[in-house]
């Protein structure tokens, strides 16, 4: 098993060997400081996308490994470990990629794992910063917590080709397990988007409005990389679905098997991504609008005001006019003096938490339960 492998392979990362080598597990430098720091190194990054369902028995132990090695090559990027696997989005120096996937491919359960290469790497300077790995109770926050749930029990898989087989059937109900403010500015032809704001509370929420009285029809479901289909798939076969297939590798493999290819691609607009790009560009097709001003845009941005953060779309215009603010109020805050922003912040924390699902009644242009429903919603719910 590789968790005991682990502890004789990796236990030279003690505290006292990280004092004596002066190593550093974390990183300690600011936004600006980090950029300045990217620019000077030069790296021509790739992003890349994988997950791996594993036993870990030593998960803070495999990320001090795993931060380390990636530190040596300059991977940035966002990781979570948890007992139950490996979830990573990160960015690599091209000229290190083959070393980072040798060394990747050296651990057990990720030998020869699948790397979703981006679409699209033009969309911001820096995916990344810097390199965060963080041990998790679970690498998907999914709220599962049921017993006799086998996970490894999953749908059939699909690649592009028996994807677009598939979902030309009319007997196929086709659903985007992402959340609102992704599926709002990229999806597949004639999927459900479900209004969630999570993936925890997508599951009963798809099976109540969905799913219920359909047993019998193919499901398909795709996600951005697959990882959270992964356990839905099981899931709703848990639950009694039986034609449970889902995307291999998700919109990013998909997209890409399309372009080498040639296949007829059935995804439009942009692919929303969990970095610095927010999203990379799939089709030319703008399919959703500014939320202040309500002209075509796909550019997703966090308010300006540290204290509110919300994430949603603005076009060029209003990004000028109210310097990358949400609202008026927002917009006042940014030009008091930095003392009176944060003493205004003070007990505020929860307001943000709130707003960072993308929801504000200060967005007038904002997408919500009254969309005009597609044709496969209508024909479910009649
Ligand atoms: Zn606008
Ligand atoms: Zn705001």
Known sequence: ???????????????????QHSMQLWNTLNKEELEMHLREVGHKYVTISFYQYAKIANPRLFRDHLFLSWSKLD??????????????????????????????????????IRLNFAVDDSEAEFPFLKLKIKVRDKILADGLNDETFDVTNKGKHLNAEE?????????TILIDFRNHYESEVGHFKGAILPDVDTFRESLPFIEETYLKGNED?????????????????AWFKHRGFNNVHQLEGGIIKYANDCKEKGLDNKF????????????????????????????????????KNDACHLLFIQCE?????????????????????EAEQKERRKGLNNSNKI????RSSQLKFK???EKPLSLIEQSIQK
Do not use: W
């Open 367 to 369: 997408a919500n339960n």
């Open 268 to 303: 439009i607009g942009k692919n929303f991504v969990f970095d610095e790009r927010r999203g990379e560009r799939v089709t030319e097709d703008i399919i959703s609008v500014c939320h202040q001003c309500g002209s075509p845009a796909d550019t997703h941005t966090n308010c």
């Open 1 to 19: 098993m590789f968790f005991e492998n682990c502890l004789i392979n990796f236990n030279f990362v003690t505290p006292n060997y990280l004092k």
């Open 217 to 233: 029809k193919n499901l398909v479901m795709y996600c951005t990389g697959g990882i959270r289909c992964e356990k839905a798939s």
């Open 355 to 358: 707003f960072k699902k993308g």
């Open 75 to 112: 991977v940035v990027g966002r990781t979570y470990v948890a007992k139950e696997g490996i979830n990573a989005q990160i960015a690599v120096p091209t000229e290190n990629l083959g070393q980072f996937r040798e060394e990747l491919y050296q651990i057990e359960f990720l030998e020869g």
């Open 163 to 171: 994807f677009n087989k598939l979902t030309d059937d009319p007997n």
């Open 317 to 337: 215009i209003c990004k000028h006019e109210m310097e990358n603010c949400c609202s008026n109020e927002c917009l006042e805050m940014i030009h008091l003096p």
